[in-house]
Nanobody, 123 residues
Framework: QVQLVESGGGLVQAGGSLRLSCTTS????????MGWFRQAPGKEREFISA????????YYADSVKGRFTISRDNAKNTVYLQMNSLKSEDTSVYYC????????????????WGQGTQVTVSS
């Protein structure tokens, strides 16, 4: 049984900050890349960030670069997404996922997914 569970979503004012967490169970993902995606109503799922297995290499979509930071704590089986300077357009459901084959930036690269957590940014 593989499970990824996101937490930390909620309602925040524009310009504020929020930290998302994703904890994994059922299988160790300590040697694999993790990613964050988001999907707003009527939109395709969008890549926002990824991190390699050691945490030494990180990748960001242009839309969030400089505002969001991905990190991981393998001892806790957890990946984080620190979101600063939030904008109304960041409102979305945020998903974490694991890539068993590399450090991808496409939805199809990822093998396991969480249920998502809602982030709403008010203006």
């Amino acid at each position: 049984q593989v499970q990824l569970v996101e937490s930390g979503g909620g309602l925040v004012q524009a310009g504020g900050s929020l930290r998302l967490s994703c904890t994994t169970s059922g299988r160790t993902f300590n040697m694999y890349a993790m990613g964050w995606f988001r999907q707003a109503p009527g939109k395709e799922r969008e890549f926002i960030s990824a991190i390699n297995w050691t945490g030494a290499a990180t990748y960001y979509a242009d839309s969030v670069k400089g505002r969001f930071t991905i990190s991981r704590d393998n001892a806790k089986n957890t990946v984080y997404l620190q979101m600063n300077s939030l904008k109304s357009e960041d409102t979305s459901v945020y998903y974490c996922a694991v890539d068993l084959n590399g450090v991808g930036s496409r939805t199809r690269d990822y093998d396991y997914w969480g249920q998502g957590t809602q982030v709403t940014v008010s203006s």
